[in-house]
């Protein structure tokens, strides 16, 4: 069974940085894109950064040169890190395979842009 767990959201104020990170189990994660993804309220979830497992990364426009995926596949881990934030990246954060599975979504990570 797959398991993906969030962390490492808050409330930040514009222009400041938060570090997500995501444990996954119960999948071959080496082999796998893996992805994040967030849903602001009243929005479809939308992909925002992917990595393959031969590290090649992928971002959407609204947030490249400003969010950096990472991964550790010794720990399963695949991370976010994320800088000038902006109220619009106000959103509930997610990690799954991309293409996501859709059997597995976690319950994410809130991440509230506001001062």
């Known amino acids: 069974q797959v398991q993906l767990v969030e962390s490492g959201g808050g409330l930040v104020q514009p222009g400041g940085s938060l570090r997500l990170s995501c444990a996954a189990s119960?999948?071959?994660?080496?082999?796998?894109?893996m992805g994040w993804y967030r849903q602001a309220p009243g929005k479809q979830r939308e992909l925002v950064a992917s990595?393959?497992?031969?590290?090649?990364?992928t971002y959407a426009g609204s947030v490249k040169g400003r969010f950096t995926i990472s991964r550790d596949n010794a720990k399963k881990m695949v991370s976010l890190q994320m800088h000038s934030l902006k109220p619009e990246d106000t959103a509930v954060y997610f990690c799954?395979?991309?293409?996501?599975?859709?059997?597995?979504w976690g319950r994410g990570t809130q991440v509230t842009v506001s001062s």
């Open positions: 799954n395979t991309s293409p996501a599975n859709s059997n597995s």
């Open positions: 990595i393959t497992s031969g590290g090649t990364t």
């Open positions: 119960g999948l071959f994660f080496s082999i796998m894109t």
